[in-house]
């Protein structure tokens, strides 16, 4: 018996209410950075009834990193859902790296308890024998031609080279040019080779649940919150912060999961944990972590965890958040951290690091839809006081970006979005579009040698596919019925064609202020990189 079905990312507009599918897979996330926008339609997909997965798009930059990335993003549907890990060269800094992606994998199945599938295109099958060996299940992609295909194949095409040490294909990829009723554009797709009980098998975690022990450091005695804010405080506009805390996480035993942090990682917990280092005061937290929602597994076992995110805080306070929820009681998946530094009304202060890879002080409103919880630490001086609840609820939701470009050697590349780069090494873009889950974003590019575009609005390219783009501005503007009263500004970089990094982030446009201002890009020096997010004003 075989099912059919097709993989998703935000380049498919499709709804999968409309089309007809065995399963599908749905892109979650890329790198250590992107969040697919699009990835709530695997709840689409399951709350449906149908087979589900979803897949993680290796880019490099620490493959432990990526791997933490993924499982965050996709812990809740871990055993209902298969897994996939896709292995390509496109935007994949550590292409041709078996052990780079191997040990990816092992530490994502380290994580989950769940072997993910590798997709990869046939011709790649021989360089990775090691993870064939390992046991980990194969959804291989062969094409028989670029042609449309109409409806599912049975029995598709493919060479008779083998599957090397996968022994066989689970799930094979057969044309990306597919077409299916209720979506007039193409599809990727596949046929899994076994019944729903075997995906569920795939899908299964075989992870047991075993008590983390952790060393903890003897606290000194009398260590207040202020000391802690102090070493916070002296992280605020230095340039070497994010190396110290670092290399200050790193140096203290022992290591959340034995890994130590590189410069790529996710580093806001490590902040935190750093901050607790130098002030002596691990034990007030529980023992040293890199990541949120296993540090609140800490607070919880310290007795310091405070679940509910309305209450009104005090200076020293932890704060915790979880982006994809912004309603109280919100109890989601916490993904950033921070500390309280002063209250004020009800305007929070915090100090939180890698907040625009910086450690900065940011601001809220008591009771923000997005704060997960607070641990309160038993710090030397002051006691715990009665707080009162809100009752106030928001129902606000963090707007994305979404961009794709054409590019002149190699066309048209994938979507991509919230802060991640598209563009190719030495190939100048000639064209971008842009998308926002809410609001509105407009955008106009700067060609070499014709001059400025007329403004464009989202969805719309921006450029006439010959000349290159040397420069371009983007201005978004926010919905704020659907961002709780929240403003968000465009911040945007491009890569100029000889150099090897970003010119400075450019902040959103005045369109009446003239060519120059806040314009992203060098005229005459075409750029072959873009980097576009929406921020928290």
């Known amino acids: 018996m075989a099912l059919n079905g097709v993989d998703i990312s935000s380049n498919n507009a499709v709804d999968m209410t409309k089309i007809p599918y065995d399963f599908c897979i749905v892109k979650a996330t890329q790198g250590t950075t992107y969040i697919n926008p699009d990835f709530y339609k695997i709840d689409t997909v399951l709350n449906s009834g149908k087979l589900a997965g979803c897949y993680h798009y290796v880019a490099g930059g620490g493959a432990a ?22 292995w390509e060269s496109y935007q994949n800094s550590a292409w041709g790296n078996i052990a780079y992606l191997k040990s990816l994998m092992d530490e994502f199945y380290k994580l989950s308890g769940v072997k993910p599938f590798l997709y990869i295109s046939k011709s790649v099958i021989p360089s990775c024998a090691s993870i064939g060996s390992a046991g980990y299940p194969l959804w291989c992609a062969q094409y028989a031609s670029n042609n449309l295909v109409y409806g599912y194949q049975s029995n598709p095409w493919t060479d008779a080279n083998g599957w090397g040490t996968f022994g066989k294909v689970a799930i094979y990829q057969y044309t990306g040019a597919g077409r299916l009723s209720g979506y007039n554009s193409n599809l990727d797709l596949n ?18 649940t075993t008590k983390k022990t952790t060393t903890k450091a003897k606290a000194k005695t009398g260590v207040t919150a202020e000391q802690v804010l102090n070493v916070y405080r002296g992280w605020i506009n230095n340039a070497n912060a994010h190396a110290d805390v670092i290399n200050t996480y790193n140096n203290h035993k022992p ?7 590189s410069m790529y990682d996710a580093w806001c917990d490590a902040t935190l944990s750093a901050a607790f280092i130098k002030a002596g005061a691990t034990d007030l937290i529980g023992g040293t972590e890199c990541g949120v929602e296993r540090h ?17 805080p005090k200076a020293g306070d932890i704060i915790t958040f979880n982006w994809d929820d912004s309603t109280q009681p919100n109890d989601g998946f916490a993904d950033h951290i921070g500390i309280v530094e002063t209250v004020n009304g009800k305007t929070i202060t915090t100090i939180e690091g890698n907040s625009n890879n910086a450690v900065r002080r940011c601001y809220y409103t008591v009771g923000d839809g997005n704060i997960r919880g607070y641990a309160r630490p038993k710090y030397g001086t002051g006691s715990s006081t ?19 470009i054409q590019t002149r050697n190699h066309g048209v590349l994938a979507e991509t979005g919230n802060g991640y780069p598209s563009g190719t090494a030495n190939d100048s873009i000639l064209k971008i579009k842009m998308n926002v889950s809410s609001g509105s974003v407009q955008y106009r590019v700067h060609m070499y040698d014709r ?32 961002t709780g009263g929240k403003y968000y500004e465009a911040l945007y970089s491009v890569k100029p064609y000889d150099s090897s990094r970003h010119y400075s982030e450019i902040h959103d446009t005045n369109w009446e202020s003239g060519d120059g201002d806040n314009t992203a890009g060098w005229f005459g020096k075409p750029f072959t990189e873009i980097k576009i997010r929406l921020n928290k004003c």
């Not at 993003?73 to 871990?78: A, D, I, M, R």
């Not at 046929?191 to 047991?208: P, Q």
């Not at 783009?469 to 201005?475: P, R, S, V």
């Open 65 to 86: 990193a990526e791997a933490k990335f993924f499982y965050n993003k996709v812990k809740n549907y871990v055993g209902k859902v298969i897994m996939a890990i896709d």
């Open 191 to 208: 046929i899994f080779y076994g019944t729903a009980a075997d995906w569920k098998k795939y899908a299964s975690s075989s992870k047991t």
């Open 255 to 261: 290591l959340a999961l034995g890994v130590a942090l």
């Open 296 to 312: 609140i597994q800490l607070f919880k076992a310290k007795g310091i965890w405070h679940e509910d995110g309305s209450i009104t």
């Open 386 to 404: 009665t707080t009162t609840k809100t009752t106030k609820k928001t129902t606000s939701k963090v707007p994305t970006i979404s961009y794709t």
């Open 451 to 482: 001059g400025w575009s007329k403004k464009y609005s989202g969805g719309k390219w921006a450029g006439d596919g010959v000349n290159s783009l040397d420069a371009i501005q983007i201005y978004y503007t926010t919905d704020t019925s659907k």
